[in-house]
């Protein structure tokens, strides 16, 4: 028997209005696994907030759909925030977005943190080209350290947040610390000590082990390699610390009650366990999570015809009646659908009752005008 | 039953790399491919390289280790014979790595003293270059492989890193040259970049009938051509019947049909039905241009059906089946 989730009396509904419209929330995170919609949510609730709630927003997007960037006005991936003039803001609400530009943003950090000529040294070598631009958890960090940049200023109401598009959604959570450590680590400091003692290799000094370690990556990678490697090492010397540093900040601005997390999930297997992970992992971390958004949901316009009546009937009637029966067949798929993603969906709100839930229908089109994110926003207040 | 020797035909290269935006079917497509390449007593290697045991999960088996492991029978999979063997395997950079030294520079024990160090994770985090080479490297072995004289594998089956990286992965040489420009690497990248660049190889790509994945796939498509790497096909994954084709969808109609059948005619009933059938239309246009996009891209088209009840054994040997027939006329 097919009952929506706002019928589940054991099911929490989310309250978005009452965390968009809390002037003490300054920090709305949008994360959820690859491909569940958080970026349109993340676009849809920053409108939200600056329409409905008169908050200045500004809506932090990363690698957003084409059209969606588009009708938000982001044309170039200049890594400034734009405000979004198509708006229908009350009470001096106002929206502005932007792109993650994460190789720019990983420039601003090196340039933040040391002098114009070691940047410009740092700039040119090819391991940090290739490191900027391609090293797993990169984006991850830049994210972080843009949204750091974002509060620190002070200039806006809520700042809401996009996350990248990770297979996991813990991505998020790990990645920054990851390259953080990997920047900091023991492994380049070693690689760099030739430097720092004059060119005379410590490899010797150090262990066996080491010293095979070295001579293998001379083998495996050539000569040049090492030489950029430590050259890229050694330019970085002066930020060690500082990548940790800055990292670590920004997850305690997402440790504290100033900030919302809501996850995102499809009704789907895989998308569901990420969340329940994720939820599981934010508790852990003692990060405020708001809620669930439950998006693409399908919901049957009536549920007064089961799928398996629907699917006798549309047999019986076919001959005479082929419109009817295609018609039957379509609801037959959608109230099995609805079933299946019940049953998905209590997965979570069983092993987490105390979240509560917002659910998006799915839209028959893409969503990607100002139009398309204002129905989001209104959907995921009403429940 | 649909004649699987089509299969040599339809799907000519050795070396089937199945890419697609995150969550299209990837995984799903490469099983049931080489399942269907394995029909008539021929012989496939699964392989994936993102340590996700996706392989492991659609056969619903244990974790794969690095070894190569017999999975599954070929299709059809029933007793009536015909079918060959799959075999798959789970490649871990650290053990190619591992693999690799030891080929050519007999480290025995040293290199497992090396893992434990972390060197192994380190050399393949800071040159991830470095990384795709050895996993390709070892495609190119298991592709070019012989025992007695005869093929291992009469194709090999990848399931790739998605669009987003496809032509990073793949595009090798470059890659490390940028990173390495003379050594064991770079001769290794340049041999492994040969077999990629040669009819050996076909890169397919996974999508669904939706706006970012198309759009993704459009991308991968120009992407791979610039890189002169073959793209093979285009997998239109979970397609849905066509309903609604015909005729003209109103609320009369509807009624007369639910009345015909003794259901509910009350309005509420009516007009519910009617506008999930308006949706569905909506959704089936949308589909029809994306399709037209797919089209316009000048690849075959392959299409597989949606599983109402999701993926399973018997699902994959179906969609096997499907990957066997062949091509239809609108498709070329
Ligand atoms: N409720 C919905 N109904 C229909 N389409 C939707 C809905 N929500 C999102 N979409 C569409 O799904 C696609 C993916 O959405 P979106 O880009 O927001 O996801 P994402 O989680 O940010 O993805 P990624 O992990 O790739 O960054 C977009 O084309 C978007 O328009
Ligand atoms: N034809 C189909 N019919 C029904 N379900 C399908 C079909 N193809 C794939 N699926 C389901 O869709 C989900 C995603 O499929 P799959 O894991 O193959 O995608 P993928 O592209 O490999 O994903 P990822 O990017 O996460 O590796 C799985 O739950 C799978 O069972
Ligand atoms: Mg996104
Ligand atoms: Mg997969």
New interface residues.
Partial sequence: MVTTLADDPSVQRLDIDGVLGDPAIRVVVCCGS??VGKTTTAAALALRAAEEHGRRTVVLTIDP???LAQSLGLSELDNTPRQVHSVKAVNGGELHAMMLDMKRTFDEVVAAHTDPKRAEEIYVN??Y??MSS???GTQEYMAMEKLGQLRARDEWDLVVVDTP?S?SALDFLDAPARLGR?LDGR?LRLLVAPARTGGRSVFTLVTA??G??SK??D???????IT??SGFVGALDSMFGGFRERSEQTYRVLQAPETAFLVVAVPEP?AIREADYFAGRLESERMPMAGLVLNRVHA???T??SAA?AT??SE??RA????????????A??M?RAEREQAVTRVFTRSHPDVPVATIAAQ???V?DIDGLREIGLALAVG | MPPSDHAPLRWPARLHVVTGKGGTGKTTVSAALALALAAEGRRTLLVEVEQRQGIAQVFDRAPLPYQERAIATGYPGTASGGGGEVFALAIDAEEALLEYLDHFYRLGRAGRALRKFGAIDFATTIAPGVRDVLLTGKLKEAVTRTTDGRRAYDAVVLDAPPTGRIGRFLNVSAETARLAKIGPIKSQSDGVAAVLRSPVTAVHVVTVLEEMPVQETADAVAELQRLDLPVGSVIINATQPPLLARGRLSQAEVRRGLAATGLPVDRDVVSGLVAEARAHLARREVEIALRDELIALGRPLVELPQLPGGVDLAGLYELAGTLLEPARASSI
């Fill in positions: 690859g491909g759909a084409r059209r090819p391991f080209q290739a391609t090293f797993a598009p297979r990997f492994m082990s080491f095979l370690f293998l990556m083998k495996i990678l050539g000569a040049q390699l950029d490697l895989d049957p316009q009536t007064a015809i009546d006798t009937a019986e009637i005479g009646n082929p419109v009817a029966a295609d018609v039957l067949l379509v609801h798929g959608m099995a028959p089109v893409d990607h």
